[in-house]
């Protein structure tokens, strides 16, 4: 290993050692010197370091891997567009269009009475309600209506329009006064919505369809008794006690009370007569009719329409068709709790279970909780018989318009007597007689008559 030789030391000597001893020094000249030798001894340093390392191994030069080029992304006008999931067909299916809103659209929602197939007797009066739902953009007024379309009319009026306005999104409820056919069989009646323009428009997606009334007309039916005409046949009674027919009307024991054209709770006045039956007013008030008994056949029918009176908003009563046997309990037949919703409801009970058996049937309204604003109708209550078993009877009457008249005139002329005696009698009567007769007699006998004087 070579010796590394001071020469820093060395390359100082020499400058100090040519230094002129009579000149004067320069510092910054000698400064600039140092640095220079320092900067030459540092490079030599470096050198010979570099000289006495082991060389490094050679790195390993591998060639460059040159990547594939890709497209250029397309710009936002050129992006491809793919169908959105609402978009994808599906196998076998056509896609249906966009609903489209339209100003006047209707949906239907139930039959609030006469569900589609009820049996009805012939020439039975009826109300059919049906509530709709206004699908469209424009608000219905009290001016649009519902109007007859098709089928069969069952003596109906020709348009009842609307009892309130309808916004959009809301429901109304509209009924029509109907009668049933005479004939046998099922009729059908269609009916569609007016504008207060006059334009018919329906129910459903484009406005097309009509609402309908379809019922069934058993002609054989006939009314056999009628709780409404022998109201006054009935003992009326509430907790108070018998209250007599009608009893107090506006009274607080309670009361009955028929009304021709009873205005029903749907705001319509039913042509049929029916029994407002109030119940005594206190908490749970009731008020029953027991009626005559009556002898029950094989395919009786109780029939009524139920309801509260128009204006009774706080109405809300139990029915009950009770009946008795003998001196067996109060037994309840069927019940129906009603309370003030715009609505009536039509019953029908079969009394085939009481066939052959004397049966006291009884009305009851029952009030549920405060029974002041209660006023329950029963209208057009009645039981209905197979015309096949109702007996005819016949009640001649006889007329007579014959008039019988009689005048007889008697008329006595004086005979020639003696003159001690010499009377003049005159007998003029007449008589009128007007019996029940078949035939007419006016005899006019004329007569004269002398009777032999006194002496």
Same mark, same amino acid.
């Given at each position: 290993?070579?010796?590394?030789?001071?020469?820093? #030391?060395? #390359?100082?000597?020499?400058?100090?050692?040519? &230094?002129?001893?009579?000149?004067?020094? *320069?510092?910054?000249?000698?400064?600039?010197?140092?640095?220079?030798?320092?900067? &030459?001894?540092?490079?030599?340093?470096?050198?010979?370091?570099?000289? %006495?390392?082991?060389?490094?191994? !050679?790195? /390993?030069?591998?060639?460059?891997?040159?990547?594939?080029?890709?497209?250029?992304?397309? !710009?936002?006008?050129?992006?491809?567009?793919?169908?959105?999931?609402?978009? +994808?067909?599906?196998?076998?299916?056509?896609?249906?269009?966009?609903?489209?809103?339209?100003?006047?659209?209707?949906?239907?929602?139930? *039959? $609030?009475?006469?569900?589609?197939? %009820? =049996? #009805?007797?012939?020439?039975?009066?009826f109300t059919k309600t049906w509530r709709i739902q206004n699908t469209g953009s424009c608000a219905w007024t009290t001016s649009y209506a519902l109007v007859f379309a098709s089928g069969n009319p069952m003596k109906g009026p020709a348009a009842v329009y609307l009892p309130q306005n309808v916004a959009p999104g809301q429901t109304v409820d509209i009924s029509v006064n109907l009668t049933s056919p005479v004939s046998q069989g099922t009729y059908r009646g269609d009916w569609m919505l007016r504008n207060a323009?006059? $334009?018919?428009?329906?129910? @459903? /997606?484009? &406005?097309?369809? =009509?609402?309908?009334?379809?019922?069934? $007309?058993?002609?054989?039916? %006939?009314?056999?008794? *009628?709780f409404v005409a022998n109201y006054c046949a009935a003992d009326w009674r509430s907790a108070a006690g018998d209250l007599g027919c009608p009893g107090n009307v506006g009274g607080k024991k309670g009361y009955v009370a028929r009304l021709d054209r009873?205005?029903?709770?749907?705001?319509?006045? *039913?042509?049929?007569?029916?029994?407002?039956? $109030?119940?005594?007013?206190?908490?749970? @008030?009731? +008020?029953?009719?027991?009626?005559?008994?009556?002898?029950?056949?094989?395919?009786?029918?109780?029939?009524?329409?139920?309801?509260?009176?128009?204006?009774?908003?706080?109405?809300n009563v139990l029915f009950k068709l009770e009946y008795k046997i003998g001196k067996d309990p109060v037994k309840t037949l069927w019940q129906f709790v009603e309370a003030y919703e715009g609505q009536v409801y039509n019953m029908d009970v079969d009394l085939s279970p009481l066939s052959g058996k004397t049966v006291q049937f009884i009305l009851t309204a029952h009030a549920n909780g405060a029974a002041a604003a209660d006023r329950p109708l029963w209208v057009a209550a009645r039981i209905e018989r197979a015309s096949s078993l109702v007996t005819a009877t016949f009640t001649p009457s006889l007329t007579s318009s014959a008039t019988f008249t009689s005048t007889p005139t008697s008329t006595a002329l004086p005979p020639t007597i003696t003159p001690t005696a010499s009377p003049t009698f005159t007998s003029s009567p007449t008589v009128t007689a007007s019996p029940t007769s078949t035939f007419t007699l006016t005899p006019e006998p004329t007569f004269t008559e002398t009777p032999t004087p006194t002496p």
């Open positions: 290993m070579k010796r590394i030789v001071p020469y820093f #030391l060395i #390359l100082a000597a020499l400058l100090v050692g040519c &230094a002129m001893p009579n000149a004067t020094p *320069d510092a910054a000249a000698t400064l600039q010197a140092i640095y220079t030798s320092q900067a &030459a001894t540092l490079q030599f340093l470096q050198t010979q370091a570099a000289a %006495t390392q082991p060389a490094l191994p !050679t790195q /390993a030069v591998f060639p460059t891997q040159s990547l594939p080029t890709l497209p250029p992304l397309p !710009t936002a006008t050129g992006l491809i567009s793919f169908p959105t999931a609402t978009g +994808l067909p599906l196998p076998g299916v056509t896609p249906s269009p966009a609903p489209v809103t339209l100003c006047d659209q209707g949906a239907f929602v139930k *039959d $609030v009475t006469i569900a589609d197939g %009820t =049996s #009805l007797g012939a020439n039975a009066s323009a006059g $334009v018919l428009f329906g129910v @459903g /997606a484009q &406005a097309k369809t =009509s609402v309908y009334v379809q019922i069934k $007309v058993n002609a054989n039916m %006939t009314g056999i008794y *009628d009873p205005k029903l709770e749907t705001g319509l006045s *039913d042509t049929r007569p029916g029994l407002l039956t $109030v119940p005594q007013n206190q908490n749970n @008030g009731y +008020l029953s009719g027991y009626y005559p008994a009556f002898e029950v056949k094989t395919g009786d029918h109780f029939r009524a329409t139920l309801g509260c009176e128009y204006g009774a908003n706080a109405c």
